[in-house]
């Protein structure tokens, strides 16, 4: 794990303002490393080339939600089937607050890779996310590539 640590991942301010105890089982742990390891480190890698070629400044990715125990995705509104409680799902934001051509760039850095869902969260009239989503897996194991936005809670393809 090169850009991410299992603390940065973990790290829930709901968690600690409810006393909701967040911490990693070991199976869990195993996916989040593997999930960096295998997505998130090489994606942040190429997104801080991107920044450099283009400016953009501090290309580091600030996540906003990683893994979730069951107690604390209940206290989130989550999904009872969220990839989060299994460490295989994070929420990012671009510290460079460039969400929109983080979004553009997540889009076709993953044409060609294995994950399960990038979903461009919450988006404005213009398309710009307040955060993106980024699954590896499923429950089932799957990695079914969806590219979805989420527009007035619903999701649809992505735009």
């Known amino acids: 794990m090169k850009y991410f640590t299992l603390l940065e991942l973990t790290r829930s301010a709901t968690a600690q303002s409810r006393h909701i105890d967040n911490r990693l089982d070991p199976t869990s742990a195993a996916r ?3 999930f960096v390891t295998a997505l998130l480190d090489p994606l942040r890698e190429e997104w801080g080339r ?7 400044g501090i290309p580091a990715l600030n996540v906003t939600s990683g893994y979730r125990s069951p107690q604390l995705n209940r206290a989130m509104g989550g999904s009872p089937t969220s990839a989060h409680c299994l460490g295989l799902a ?4 671009p510290a460079n607050g460039e969400l929109s051509r983080f979004k553009s760039f997540c889009r076709t850095w993953l044409s060609d890779r294995d994950f399960d869902q990038l979903i461009s969260e919450n988006e404005d009239s213009e398309g710009t996310p307040r ?8 429950r089932a ?8 936005s989420m527009i007035r809670g619903r999701y649809l393809p992505m735009r």
């Open 32 to 34: 989040l490393e593997e």
């Open 50 to 56: 991107l920044c450099q070629r283009q400016g953009l």
């Open 90 to 93: 994070v929420d990012l934001v």
């Open 131 to 138: 955060w993106i989503h980024l699954g590896f897996r499923n």
């Open 141 to 148: 194991g799957e990695q079914r590539r969806q590219k979805l």
